[in-house]
């Protein structure tokens, strides 16, 4: 498993993020603590989740990050895990009234803390943007969390690129830390947005591939593996296929990606799972690909991964 360093954090990440949107709820907590284990077994270091996962299912809230910080706590590990969660995610019911407030912040933050059972997170995410606050206002609220202690750096996650890059002159205008990573929608395919229908999610493109390449900042994407769809259609394991997912990616440019990852297999030797990881991990900027499990097996598949990295020619035969 190959470390790259992300601003501000101290500790280097490994290149794979392990995300646990579905532990204690989808995957049982025996299960859960057991591919953690796993994950740090083979190097990996860096774990994402977020105090809205997964709350929209019967049960408890926060559970994610509830049961990732008892495994944190039954396990001693805190001081060697990168640890990134996210906060002032809208409430469900109502998606369209912005929670960016200070006090949301605030009150997100210190009960994630609580459910963690830490005293500090590595990287805190705002989950979605608030056009109606001024990104002034925003840094500077979590330039408050950093001195006091809470927080060591912060991202954004669903921000478009022009937001971005206004946060970041006001951070620079000012003296001020701004954001070390931001979080997009992102994989080797191309998913139809109108399809998946949530307006406030933000998905990387070429505006925002030119930003990350001229600033560095890290890309830490999220849906990395798109379900695992691509490399299910690679490998020809169809029956596997989530309906949902593939009407995500219906686009016929994303058939023609399926035959370049084929083509690449033939050519390289690396597996499907390889190649759709390895394709992000081949970016001239940092990225760190959060991956997604149910099984040991699937955990087990993604980590080969951990050191691979396609080359530009390789990027570019899956473009097309």
């Not at 532990?23 to 057991?34: E, L, V, W």
């Not at 809470?150 to 000012?174: L, M, V």
């Not at 083509?263 to 900027?285: K, N």
């Amino acid at each position: 498993m190959r470390y790259q360093p992300i601003p501000q954090i101290g500790l280097r990440p490994s290149v794979l993020c392990l995300g646990t949107a579905d532990m204690g709820s989808k995957i049982d907590r025996a299960t859960s603590f057991r591919l953690l284990d796993i994950f740090v077994s083979h190097g990996g270091n860096f774990l994402d989740t977020a105090q809205v996962y997964a709350d929209w299912l019967p049960g408890e809230r926060s559970i994610s990050e509830k049961t990732l910080g008892e495994w944190l706590s039954t396990r001693g590990n805190r001081r060697e895990i990168v640890l990134a969660t996210k906060g002032a995610h809208p409430q469900l019911e109502t998606m369209h009234r912005h929670r960016m407030t200070r006090a949301d912040i605030v009150h997100d933050l210190d009960a994630s803390l609580r459910n963690l059972r830490t005293d500090v997170v590595d990287l805190y995410w705002l989950h979605r943007d608030a056009l109606a606050v001024p990104v002034g206002e925003i840094i500077a609220i979590l330039n408050d969390q950093v001195r006091a202690g809470k927080i060591r750096a912060f991202g954004c996650s669903n921000w478009a690129t022009a937001r971005i890059e206004a946060a970041q002159a006001y951070a620079t205008a000012h003296g001020l830390q701004g954001f070390s990573a931001n979080q997009p929608l992102w994989n080797i395919g191309v998913p139809d947005l109108a399809v998946i229908g949530d307006p406030t999610l933000t998905m990387m493109d070429e505006t925002m591939r030119h930003f990350h390449q001229q600033t560095g900042v890290a890309a830490v994407p999220y849906s990395s593996q798109a379900n695992g769809l691509f490399s299910r259609l690679a490998s020809g394991k169809t029956a596997q296929i989530k309906p949902a997912t593939e009407r995500v990616y219906h686009l016929p440019e994303n058939q023609r990606r399926v035959e370049r990852i084929r083509q690449l297999v033939q050519q390289s030797g690396l597996t499907p799972t390889q190649i759709v990881l390895g394709y992000l991990l081949g970016q001239p900027f940092p990225v760190f690909p959060i991956i997604g499990c149910q099984t040991v097996a699937q955990l087990e598949e993604s980590l080969t991964a951990g050191d691979v990295q396609l080359t530009r020619e390789q990027i570019g035969v899956v473009e097309g």
